[in-house]
């Protein structure tokens, strides 16, 4: 499976999401759907225009997800069960493909990976083949009371109550495990190198295919430890410790590039290495080759601004070359990664309401979909900033947004789903 590339001082690319599902139907459109319970109402193929407007019925919709497969969403079926469905919904019409049932929680893990592979919060099921609801081999797990999982290609490392394992996406079958007496949280991954962390223990990174000890990072001053670790694909680790020292390593060898005390208040878990936190952390931007604090900016929390990764992490919004950062909650700012200044910022949010999430980045890069209060936007980006191109009023409080070729999907007030073309 193909790992897509980079993130730099300021920009992020792709990588794999995780997620549960046992799927009931599939093919073409789902014979099962209830039309009392999901509606779908068609619109136009206009610019700018609906396409298509679903509404959950006496369900809720809470996260969404473009695949090449069609849109999938996570919700709950209805208020009585809190029974949780994942769907596949085509993106021309939101007629569905398939439903699977599912957990009545959002996962704070799902997604697909490259190979189509949609999985999602309680591993104890089975992935699912995104394009037909198909369940694969079920990987086999106990129910420890705590444990982790971690993308590595078609490898999902977990780690249980006192084990280290992993396991494969396509098979179900135990590739490797090793006994674990270190209460390790949970990692980063670049490639194939997962690199563990502990409040005591020293940094270890594991090739996440052979279950092989790769390095165990010993350069930490005395008495200092790792409070947050974060991936530099697609070489590098950084690792920010308590007493303030960012320490930028190599992913396979543990070589230490740079290691710097930053002249800068920086909270604890959050900031540099796109963790978020609560509010008043700092914005900040790192230089990857010497560790150097080039710029910061106060920032509100990181939740809304950017986008939510596996294991909890937030990495940053990037699109044209520019980071696009809700600065206060309600005004969409582009910011240049490697300097920190302001590139424009979109004031059509200002009066709006706050933002309740990332914006979304459609396939070519450059065009990016922000939503604050009810407002939605399509934006252009460019060397001197951001270009409106259409504007429209979602039906509640956007609460999840993504976007592909065809345009972008909202969620409104967790009832409503909206497809708007391009």
Same mark, same amino acid.
């Given at each position: 499976?193909?790992?897509?590339?980079?993130?730099?001082?300021?920009?992020?690319?792709?990588?794999?999401?995780?997620?549960?599902?046992?799927?009931?139907?599939?093919?073409?459109?789902?014979?099962?759907?209830?039309?009392?319970?999901?509606?779908?109402? @068609? *619109?136009?193929?206009?610019?700018?225009?609906?396409?298509?407007?679903?509404?959950?019925?006496?369900?809720?919709?809470?996260?969404?997800?473009?695949?090449?497969?069609?849109?999938?969403?996570?919700?709950?079926?209805?208020?009585?069960?809190?029974? *949780?469905?994942?769907?596949?919904?085509?993106?021309?019409?939101?007629?569905?493909?398939?439903?699977?049932? +599912?957990?009545?929680?959002?996962?704070?893990?799902?997604?697909?990976?490259?190979?189509?592979?949609?999985?999602?919060?309680?591993?104890?099921?089975?992935?699912?083949?995104?394009?037909?609801?198909?369940?694969?081999?079920? =990987?086999?797990?106990?129910?420890?009371?705590?444990?982790?999982?971690?993308?590595?290609?078609?490898?999902? =490392?977990?780690?249980? &109550?006192? =084990?280290?394992?992993?396991?494969?996406? &396509?098979? @179900?079958?135990?590739?490797?495990?090793?006994?674990?007496?270190?209460?390790?949280?949970?990692?980063?991954?670049? @490639?194939?190198?997962?690199?563990?962390?502990?409040?005591? %223990?020293?940094?270890?990174?594991?090739?996440?295919?052979?279950?092989?000890?790769?390095? &165990?990072?010993?350069?930490?001053?005395?008495?200092?430890?790792?409070?947050? =670790?974060?991936?530099?694909?697609?070489?590098?680790?950084?690792?920010?410790?308590? #007493?303030?020292?960012?320490?930028?390593?190599?992913?396979?060898?543990?070589?230490? /590039?740079?290691?710097?005390?930053?002249?800068?208040?920086?909270?604890?878990?959050?900031?540099?290495?796109?963790? +978020?936190? /609560?509010?008043?952390?700092?914005?900040?931007?790192?230089?990857?080759?010497?560790?150097?604090?080039?710029?910061?900016?106060?920032?509100?929390?990181?939740?809304?601004?950017?986008?939510?990764?596996?294991?909890?992490?937030?990495?940053?919004?990037?699109?044209?070359?520019?980071?696009?950062?809700?600065?206060?909650?309600?005004?969409?700012?582009?910011?240049?990664?490697? +300097?920190?200044?302001?590139?424009?910022?979109?004031?059509?949010?200002?009066?709006?309401? &706050?933002?309740?999430?990332?914006?979304?980045?459609?396939?070519?890069?450059?065009?990016?979909?922000?939503?604050?209060?009810?407002?939605?936007?399509?934006?252009?980006?460019?060397? #001197?900033?951001?270009?409106?191109?259409?504007?429209?009023? %979602?039906?509640?409080?956007?609460?999840?947004?993504?976007?592909?070729?065809?345009?972008?999907?909202?969620?409104?007030?967790?009832?409503?789903?909206?497809?708007?073309?391009?």
């Amino acid at each position: 499976m193909s790992r897509r590339a980079a993130l730099t001082a300021g920009s992020a690319a792709f990588v794999g999401l995780f997620g549960y599902a046992v799927a009931q139907g599939g093919g073409a459109d789902d014979p099962d759907e209830d039309p009392d319970a999901w509606k779908v109402a @068609g *619109g136009t193929a206009a610019p700018g225009a609906i396409r298509w407007r679903l509404s959950a019925g006496a369900g809720r919709v809470d996260a969404l997800l473009t695949t090449p497969a069609g849109l999938v969403l996570h919700g709950l079926e209805g208020t009585l069960t809190g029974t *949780g469905s994942t769907q596949l919904r085509t993106a021309s019409t939101g007629r569905r493909r398939w439903a699977a049932e +599912t957990s009545g929680e959002v996962p704070d893990d799902w997604g697909v990976t490259d190979d189509g592979l949609l999985l999602a919060g309680d591993i104890g099921l089975a992935p699912t083949a995104t394009s037909t609801g198909k369940t694969l081999p079920k =990987v086999a797990t106990p129910e420890p009371t705590q444990q982790w999982y971690a993308p590595a290609g078609t490898v999902m =490392v977990i780690r249980d &109550t006192d =084990v280290l394992r992993a396991v494969s996406l &396509t098979t @179900g079958t135990e590739l490797w495990r090793r006994k674990q007496s270190t209460e390790w949280r949970r990692p980063a991954v670049v @490639g194939d190198a997962l690199l563990l962390t502990d409040e005591f %223990a020293r940094p270890t990174c594991v090739d996440a295919r052979e279950g092989e000890e790769l390095w &165990t990072y010993r350069e930490l001053g005395e008495g200092d430890t790792v409070t947050a =670790v974060g991936a530099l694909p697609p070489d590098r680790f950084a690792l920010l410790t308590e #007493k303030g020292m960012l320490h930028i390593v190599e992913a396979r060898s543990g070589d230490r /590039t740079a290691a710097r005390a930053p002249k800068a208040e920086i909270a604890r878990g959050a900031t540099a290495l796109a963790r +978020t936190g /609560t509010a008043g952390l700092l914005l900040t931007g790192f230089g990857l080759d010497d560790a150097r604090l080039i710029w910061s900016m106060p920032a509100l929390g990181l939740d809304a601004c950017w986008t939510r990764r596996p294991g909890g992490v937030h990495v940053p919004v990037v699109a044209g070359g520019l980071l696009l950062h809700w600065k206060d909650g309600r005004t969409l700012t582009a910011l240049d990664p490697r +300097t920190g200044r302001s590139r424009g910022r979109a004031k059509q949010f200002e009066d709006t309401g &706050t933002a309740q999430c990332p914006p979304a980045v459609a396939p070519d890069g450059a065009t990016v979909y922000a939503a604050a209060g009810r407002a939605c936007a399509a934006l252009r980006t460019t060397a #001197k900033g951001l270009t409106e191109t259409h504007t429209r009023t %979602a039906p509640a409080p956007v609460t999840a947004l993504t976007a592909d070729t065809r345009g972008w999907y909202a969620c409104a007030g967790r009832k409503t789903v909206i497809a708007v073309n391009g």
